[in-house]
């Protein structure tokens, strides 16, 4: 079951796209399962595939209640056993998937935090300095706000994804699906600065935009800190992380009126169901429809 383990992790890469986090996640839940088919002091020996059960699987889950895992882990640890149960199945190494009994965890519903508009328009207009790190950060949150991009999306970008003439980005979401979006002036402003102070050497177009002072592509452990330390005060102390500009750009158009499909298309959603999620913390435009349609409003 290791091998099959590893060629299933080489099928989903190459012929699925997968992000490497992904792989990474799967990779672990689906050894966690293994591991628990040996004996303790035998972690990392071999899986004959009738170990692969029903049994196995709900005693892995338990395990992972156990240990306080969330529901939300747990049911992302159940996908990846399916997959791979399903992927056995099609190379004749399970007669049948033994994860098809079992039932995924309810979760609730976590709604995205979004930040008001006005206040997170202040903060950034607060990030004024011309010193590298400011120039970066404006460069950075405006860009992330104007186009709706994922984490991955933002510091992934390429100086041949940046458009500045049409004022368009090429981005590659989830699944390395490419789209195309558009961003604001005041972004392409604050990037134009940001190049302009990383001097006036060439760089090849597949240069990443966003570097570090050693001009290595930023990782995305610096991105959250950024976010931290200039929209701290925005969330209320309550925390705040790259997704929720992301959040703030699809509810912030919602409340503008922007069709819920365009967003979808922004957003690079393949499901409008993904999307929907953001009729519930647009409370203005639901108030403003009531007033527009509603006889005693």
């Known amino acids: 079951m290791r091998d099959a383990l590893e060629?299933?992790?080489?099928?989903?890469?190459?012929?699925?796209?997968?992000?490497?986090?992904?792989i990474t996640g799967y990779r672990r839940d689906i050894t966690r399962a293994l591991d628990l088919a040996c004996l303790p002091a035998a972690k990392g020996a071999p899986v004959a595939a009738d170990r692969w059960t029903r049994e196995l699987l709900e005693r892995a889950l338990r395990e992972l209640y156990r240990t306080h895992h969330a529901a939300a882990s747990a049911a992302r640890a159940l996908a990846a056993w399916r997959s791979f149960s399903r992927f056995c199945v099609r190379r004749g190494i399970l007669a049948t998937d033994p994860s098809r009994a079992l039932s995924?965890?309810?979760?609730?519903?976590?709604?995205?935090?979004?930040?008001?508009?006005?206040?997170?328009?202040?903060?950034?207009?607060?990030?004024?300095?011309?010193?590298?790190?400011?120039l970066r950060d404006r460069a950075l949150?405006?860009?992330?706000?104007?186009?709706?991009?994922?984490l991955s999306e933002l510091v992934g970008l390429d100086r041949r994804d940046v458009d500045r003439g049409s004022g368009l980005l090429r981005v590659r979401g989830k699944g390395r699906r490419e789209r195309i979006v558009p961003a604001g002036q005041g972004a392409f402003a604050?990037?134009?600065?940001?190049?302009?102070?990383?001097?006036?050497?060439?760089?090849?177009?597949?240069?990443?935009?966003?570097?570090n002072p050693r001009g290595l592509r930023l990782s995305g452990r610096t991105v959250q800190r950024v976010v931290r330390h200039r929209l701290?005060?925005?969330?209320?102390?309550?925390?705040?992380?790259?997704?929720?500009?992301?959040?703030?750009?699809?509810?912030?158009?919602?409340?503008?009126?922007?069709?819920?499909?365009?967003?979808?298309?922004l957003?690079?959603?393949?499901?409008?169901?993904?999307?929907?999620?953001?009729?519930?913390?647009?409370?203005?435009?639901?108030?403003?429809?009531?007033?527009?349609?509603?006889?005693r409003a």
Do not use: C, M, W
């Not at 060629?7 to 992904?22: C, D, G, V, Y």
């Not at 979760?107 to 300095?129: E, K």
């Open 7 to 22: 060629r299933f992790l080489t099928e989903i890469e190459t012929q699925r796209r997968a992000s490497p986090h992904t």
């Open 141 to 150: 949150l405006e860009l992330a706000y104007s186009a709706g991009l994922r």
């Open 190 to 211: 604050a990037l134009d600065r940001y190049q302009a102070n990383l001097g006036p050497e060439v760089r090849p177009a597949d240069a990443p935009v966003f570097v």
């Open 104 to 134: 995924f965890p309810r979760i609730g519903q976590r709604l995205p935090r979004t930040l008001p508009r006005l206040d997170l328009a202040r903060a950034l207009d607060r990030i004024a300095g011309e010193d590298p790190a400011s």
């Open 267 to 295: 957003l690079g959603h393949r499901s409008l169901t993904s999307t929907q999620v953001y009729t519930h913390v647009s409370g203005s435009r639901l108030r403003k429809a009531y007033q527009l349609a509603h006889p």
């Open 232 to 265: 701290g005060e925005v969330a209320g102390g309550l925390g705040v992380t790259p997704h929720a500009l992301r959040h703030s750009f699809a509810s912030h158009l919602l409340d503008n009126g922007a069709d819920l499909r365009a967003i979808q298309e």
